[in-house]
Structures are given as C-alpha cells and as structure tokens.
C-alpha cells in the first residue's frame, strides 16, 4: 500500500520569503513523485516531478522540490513567495511497479502569502 | 487543444436522481481517469480507464459506474444520487500509467439535497 502525508493544513508566508510545503509518503516500492497545484474553482495544474536522477527537480513558476530517499521526503520550495502562489497544494506518489499507474493524492496544503 | 473537458458545470441532485457527468479530451490520451474531492480529503480515485473497452475500479467506486467506449470519452455515472455523493468532480488524462502527469479537467460541483 501506498500514502502521502502534508503535514501542514495551512503555511503561512510573506511575501518575498522562502515557501515550502511539506510531503512524505511511505511507498513499498520506488516512486515516482509528483506536485500538483489547485487554484480556486479550477482543476489541479501540474508543477513538477521526480522519475528519477538528480534529486533536485525544478518545474514551473519557480518552484523546486527535492527527493529525499532516507528521510522518504519530496517537499516543495520557492526561494521568494508571491501573493499570486497562494493556493492549494497536493502531493501525489504513483509506484514504479504499478503498470496502471495510479497516483495517490495527499490532503492538500493551502498556502497563503501575503503582501 | 481544448484540453480535458467536463461537463456541466455546476449541478443539483435529489437524492435517488441519476446522471451522467461527461469527461472529453482531445490529446489521444489511453489513460484516463475519475477523481472526487472532498475538503480536507485530498482526491480519492473512483473508477479509471487504461483504454477503451478497460477500465477499473479505483479506490472508491461504489454508488458509480463508468464506460469508455471510445479514447475520447470517460463518462462517469451516478445511479440512486446519495448526500455522501456530495462532492466535487475531477476527471484527468495521461498518457501512460506511472511516470508522466496526468492532465486534469476543470471539475462539476454536485450538491445531493
């Protein structure tokens, strides 16, 4: 079985500041690991993955994540927050053994930046 | 390209209607996949597809049911609507299994009263 945790409901950043968003998932396998993005009323918008190779994945808008296999981790950067990041976040696993590829979704972390 | 496309929109049930909520994508996509979401909950796979004729429950299938009969089209069914149902909709598309995103459809909004 797989599963992705966010253990943050909410971050709260200024702008300007670092963001990160938090994700670890507990896979029996390798992943393949996934951020997605959801702004109000609209469907989830892909950002960025890892498949595997250099840990450090950057994607769109700036943002950056980076895999850490010890700690089972894939949390999700952005060195200087804009008001416009503010949004809700998902992190999804899908298992390399998977032929099907299903992707397992986290709860979700919103983010909030403000001016 | 349009993209995934769902429809409609927006939509409100009496509890034992049915319906169908419609998914289209135009990318030749084999993979495509039913979403719900509920706040908090992240997104819970209902039921999915791997190509037409193919598909499969997800984690949550029961109260639905889905066909697809052509690579264009995945349209999901709700039968006797319950207010568990209550939820917003995503369908999504990719174009294999595993290592490439998926591409996700603007959603339907279904209130059960």
């Known amino acids: 079985a797989q599963s992705v945790a966010q253990p943050e409901d909410q971050v709260n950043v200024a702008e300007g500041n670092p963001l990160t968003v938090k994700c670890t998932y507990s896979v029996s396998g390798n992943p393949y690991l996934f951020w997605y993005v959801q702004y109000p009323n609209r469907g989830l918008q892909f950002l960025l993955k890892?498949?595997?190779?250099?840990?450090l994945v950057k994607g769109s808008y700036g943002f950056e994540a980076e895999f850490n296999k010890s700690q089972t981790s894939f949390h999700l950067k952005k060195p200087s927050a804009l008001v416009s990041d503010s949004a809700l976040y998902f992190c999804a696993v899908s298992l390399t053994t998977d032929s099907w590829g299903k992707f397992q979704f986290g709860a979700g972390t919103q983010v909030v930046v403000t001016p | 390209n349009a993209g995934v496309t769902q429809t409609p929109k927006f939509r409100i049930l009496k509890i034992g209607q049915s319906m169908t909520l419609q998914c289209t994508q135009d990318?030749?996509?084999?993979?495509m996949y039913w979403y719900r979401q509920d706040p908090g909950m992240g997104l819970k796979l209902i039921y999915y597809s791997v190509g037409a004729g193919i598909t499969d429950k997800g984690e949550v299938p029961n109260g639905y049911n889905v066909s697809r009969s052509t690579t264009e089209d995945f349209p999901l069914r709700l039968e006797l609507a319950a207010p568990s149902q209550t939820s917003v909709y995503f369908c999504?598309?990719?174009?294999?299994?595993?290592?490439?995103?998926?591409?996700f459809g603007p959603g339907t909004r279904l209130t059960v009263t």
């Open positions: 999504a598309s990719s174009e294999r299994g595993g290592s490439v995103e998926q591409y």
């Open positions: 990318m030749n996509h084999n993979y």
């Open positions: 890892y498949i595997t190779g250099d840990n």
